[in-house]
Protein backbone atom coordinates (compact mmCIF):
# COMPACT_ATOMS: atom_id res chain seq x y z
CA UNK A 1 0.00 0.00 0.00
CA UNK A 2 0.84 3.70 -0.34
CA UNK A 3 3.77 4.58 2.22
CA UNK A 4 3.95 8.61 3.20
CA UNK A 5 7.63 8.41 4.72
CA UNK A 6 9.43 12.00 6.06
CA UNK A 7 12.55 13.04 7.23
CA UNK A 8 14.10 14.10 9.59
CA UNK A 9 12.02 12.53 12.36
CA UNK A 10 13.62 15.13 14.57
CA UNK A 11 14.91 18.64 13.93
CA UNK A 12 16.16 20.83 16.23
CA UNK A 13 17.21 24.37 15.32
CA UNK A 14 18.39 27.66 16.88
CA UNK A 15 15.93 30.40 16.93
CA UNK A 16 16.64 32.57 13.65
CA UNK A 17 17.80 29.67 11.81
CA UNK A 18 15.78 28.06 8.51
CA UNK A 19 15.26 24.68 8.00
CA UNK A 20 13.63 22.06 5.74
CA UNK A 21 11.42 19.00 6.23
CA UNK A 22 10.70 16.80 3.42
CA UNK A 23 7.94 13.77 2.70
CA UNK A 24 8.73 11.25 0.11
CA UNK A 25 6.00 8.84 -1.11
CA UNK A 26 6.69 5.22 -3.05
CA UNK A 27 3.47 5.90 -5.30
CA UNK A 28 2.27 9.17 -7.32
CA UNK A 29 -0.28 11.14 -5.02
CA UNK A 30 -3.34 13.25 -6.30
CA UNK A 31 -2.58 15.89 -3.38
CA UNK A 32 -0.50 16.48 -0.44
CA UNK A 33 -1.60 17.95 2.93
CA UNK A 34 0.82 19.32 5.54
CA UNK A 35 -0.84 19.43 9.36
CA UNK A 36 0.78 20.99 12.53
CA UNK A 37 0.26 19.44 15.97
CA UNK A 38 1.68 21.77 19.05
CA UNK A 39 2.78 19.66 21.69
CA UNK A 40 -0.23 18.09 24.05
CA UNK A 41 -2.48 19.47 21.37
CA UNK A 42 -4.17 17.85 18.10
CA UNK A 43 -3.36 18.26 14.51
CA UNK A 44 -4.18 21.08 12.41
CA UNK A 45 -4.62 21.38 8.65
CA UNK A 46 -1.86 23.98 7.55
CA UNK A 47 -2.04 23.40 3.50
CA UNK A 48 -3.22 21.34 0.55
CA UNK A 49 -0.84 21.28 -2.75
CA UNK A 50 -2.23 19.36 -5.62
CA UNK A 51 -0.54 20.63 -8.75
CA UNK A 52 2.69 19.05 -10.25
CA UNK A 53 5.42 21.70 -9.23
CA UNK A 54 2.92 24.15 -7.15
CA UNK A 55 4.40 26.16 -4.54
CA UNK A 56 2.63 27.82 -1.79
CA UNK A 57 3.63 29.99 1.02
CA UNK A 58 2.18 30.84 4.35
CA UNK A 59 4.54 33.97 6.04
CA UNK A 60 7.27 32.30 7.01
CA UNK A 61 6.38 28.49 5.62
CA UNK A 62 6.76 27.73 1.95
CA UNK A 63 5.42 24.19 0.79
CA UNK A 64 6.23 22.82 -2.32
CA UNK A 65 5.18 19.56 -4.40
CA UNK A 66 7.14 18.05 -6.65
CA UNK A 67 7.22 17.50 -9.92
CA UNK A 68 6.50 13.73 -10.05
CA UNK A 69 4.08 14.60 -7.31
CA UNK A 70 5.54 12.20 -5.24
CA UNK A 71 7.26 14.27 -2.37
CA UNK A 72 6.99 17.57 -0.97
CA UNK A 73 9.27 19.61 1.08
CA UNK A 74 8.48 22.10 4.31
CA UNK A 75 10.96 25.03 4.27
CA UNK A 76 10.40 27.60 7.34
CA UNK A 77 12.66 30.67 7.39
CA UNK A 78 13.71 32.60 10.63
CA UNK A 79 12.84 29.96 12.99
CA UNK A 80 10.03 30.86 15.89
CA UNK A 81 9.22 29.43 19.43
CA UNK A 82 5.91 29.61 17.79
CA UNK A 83 6.94 26.90 15.45
CA UNK A 84 7.52 24.35 17.73
CA UNK A 85 5.72 21.11 16.99
CA UNK A 86 5.41 18.26 14.67
CA UNK A 87 4.89 18.89 11.00
CA UNK A 88 3.01 16.07 9.68
CA UNK A 89 2.51 15.84 5.70
CA UNK A 90 -0.04 13.27 4.62
CA UNK A 91 -1.28 11.92 0.81
CA UNK A 92 -4.03 10.13 -0.70
CA UNK A 93 -8.05 10.24 -1.45
CA UNK A 94 -10.28 8.85 0.79
CA UNK A 95 -7.52 6.82 2.96
CA UNK A 96 -5.26 9.66 3.84
CA UNK A 97 -1.74 8.15 5.06
CA UNK A 98 0.35 10.12 7.55
CA UNK A 99 4.25 10.24 7.69
CA UNK A 100 5.62 9.91 10.79
CA UNK A 101 6.30 13.58 11.22
CA UNK A 102 9.05 15.80 11.92
CA UNK A 103 9.03 17.30 15.56
CA UNK A 104 10.82 20.82 15.54
CA UNK A 105 12.42 22.30 18.79
CA UNK A 106 13.81 25.84 19.02
CA UNK A 107 16.41 26.63 21.07
CA UNK A 108 16.03 30.40 22.05
CA UNK B 1 -18.99 26.68 17.12
CA UNK B 2 -18.97 23.42 15.12
CA UNK B 3 -15.86 21.28 15.91
CA UNK B 4 -15.54 17.69 16.45
CA UNK B 5 -16.45 16.80 20.47
CA UNK B 6 -14.02 13.15 21.68
CA UNK B 7 -14.71 12.29 25.68
CA UNK B 8 -13.62 11.18 27.41
CA UNK B 9 -10.17 13.00 27.51
CA UNK B 10 -8.25 10.58 29.56
CA UNK B 11 -9.67 7.04 29.89
CA UNK B 12 -7.95 4.01 32.55
CA UNK B 13 -8.57 0.28 32.17
CA UNK B 14 -7.99 -2.06 33.50
CA UNK B 15 -6.37 -5.66 30.82
CA UNK B 16 -9.58 -7.73 29.43
CA UNK B 17 -12.09 -4.45 29.49
CA UNK B 18 -13.75 -3.44 26.58
CA UNK B 19 -13.69 0.65 26.45
CA UNK B 20 -15.52 2.63 23.80
CA UNK B 21 -14.49 6.62 22.73
CA UNK B 22 -17.13 8.69 21.79
CA UNK B 23 -16.91 11.01 18.61
CA UNK B 24 -19.79 13.88 18.10
CA UNK B 25 -19.47 16.37 15.45
CA UNK B 26 -21.74 19.50 13.93
CA UNK B 27 -19.96 20.30 10.76
CA UNK B 28 -22.36 18.40 8.57
CA UNK B 29 -19.17 16.28 7.36
CA UNK B 30 -19.97 13.34 5.56
CA UNK B 31 -16.64 10.63 6.37
CA UNK B 32 -15.14 10.40 9.76
CA UNK B 33 -12.31 8.94 10.56
CA UNK B 34 -10.15 7.64 13.79
CA UNK B 35 -6.70 7.34 14.07
CA UNK B 36 -4.18 6.21 16.77
CA UNK B 37 -1.25 8.03 17.44
CA UNK B 38 2.29 6.24 19.16
CA UNK B 39 5.09 8.46 19.97
CA UNK B 40 7.43 8.46 16.38
CA UNK B 41 5.15 6.40 14.69
CA UNK B 42 2.90 9.34 12.65
CA UNK B 43 -0.82 8.67 12.57
CA UNK B 44 -2.24 5.17 11.71
CA UNK B 45 -5.93 4.38 10.25
CA UNK B 46 -7.96 2.47 12.11
CA UNK B 47 -11.39 2.55 10.69
CA UNK B 48 -13.55 5.50 8.32
CA UNK B 49 -16.64 5.77 7.17
CA UNK B 50 -17.83 7.78 4.39
CA UNK B 51 -21.48 7.46 5.75
CA UNK B 52 -24.21 6.42 7.30
CA UNK B 53 -24.46 2.69 8.36
CA UNK B 54 -21.27 2.03 6.24
CA UNK B 55 -17.16 1.81 7.34
CA UNK B 56 -14.41 0.41 6.10
CA UNK B 57 -11.24 -0.83 7.85
CA UNK B 58 -7.98 0.83 7.54
CA UNK B 59 -4.62 -0.54 8.33
CA UNK B 60 -4.85 -1.42 11.88
CA UNK B 61 -8.62 -2.50 12.83
CA UNK B 62 -7.43 -5.23 14.27
CA UNK B 63 -9.09 -5.46 17.95
CA UNK B 64 -11.01 -2.28 17.74
CA UNK B 65 -15.19 -1.61 16.02
CA UNK B 66 -16.52 1.46 15.13
CA UNK B 67 -20.40 2.26 14.10
CA UNK B 68 -22.08 5.19 11.98
CA UNK B 69 -25.68 5.22 12.90
CA UNK B 70 -25.56 8.60 12.63
CA UNK B 71 -23.84 11.33 10.57
CA UNK B 72 -22.79 13.52 13.52
CA UNK B 73 -21.29 10.18 15.62
CA UNK B 74 -18.58 7.70 14.95
CA UNK B 75 -17.61 5.70 18.16
CA UNK B 76 -14.83 3.38 18.49
CA UNK B 77 -14.71 0.39 20.93
CA UNK B 78 -11.36 -1.15 22.20
CA UNK B 79 -11.24 -4.42 22.53
CA UNK B 80 -9.75 -6.69 24.96
CA UNK B 81 -8.46 -8.52 21.54
CA UNK B 82 -6.25 -5.08 20.89
CA UNK B 83 -2.84 -6.03 22.03
CA UNK B 84 -1.26 -3.06 23.01
CA UNK B 85 -4.19 -0.40 23.25
CA UNK B 86 -2.37 2.17 25.31
CA UNK B 87 -2.51 5.07 23.12
CA UNK B 88 -3.46 8.57 22.24
CA UNK B 89 -6.65 8.18 19.70
CA UNK B 90 -7.93 10.95 16.87
CA UNK B 91 -11.11 11.41 15.45
CA UNK B 92 -11.49 13.15 12.19
CA UNK B 93 -14.18 14.44 9.60
CA UNK B 94 -13.51 15.30 6.30
CA UNK B 95 -16.08 17.47 4.07
CA UNK B 96 -16.40 15.88 0.86
CA UNK B 97 -17.83 19.29 -0.83
CA UNK B 98 -15.19 20.95 0.48
CA UNK B 99 -11.68 21.48 0.43
CA UNK B 100 -11.39 17.70 1.48
CA UNK B 101 -9.33 17.71 4.15
CA UNK B 102 -9.28 16.75 8.35
CA UNK B 103 -11.04 18.21 11.35
CA UNK B 104 -9.78 16.69 14.39
CA UNK B 105 -10.66 16.72 17.53
CA UNK B 106 -8.85 17.01 20.60
CA UNK B 107 -7.97 13.28 21.19
CA UNK B 108 -8.24 10.42 24.10
CA UNK B 109 -5.69 9.14 25.57
CA UNK B 110 -5.93 5.67 26.65
CA UNK B 111 -3.99 4.16 29.42
CA UNK B 112 -4.04 0.20 30.07
CA UNK B 113 -3.01 -0.32 33.66
Known amino acids: GQQVMQIPQYQHVQEGEDFTTYCNSSTTLSNIQWYKQRPGGHPVFLIQ?????EVKKQKRLTFQFGEAKKNSSLHITATQTTDVGTYFC????????FGAGTTVTVRA | DGGITQSPKYLFRKEGQNVTLSCEQNLNHDAMYWYRQDPGQGLRLIYYSQIVNDFQKGDIAEGYSVSREKKESFPLTVTSAQKNPTAFYLC????????????FGAGSRLTVL
Open chain 1, 90 to 97: AGGDYKLS
Open chain 1, 49 to 53: LVKSG
Open chain 2, 92 to 103: ASIDYAGANVLT
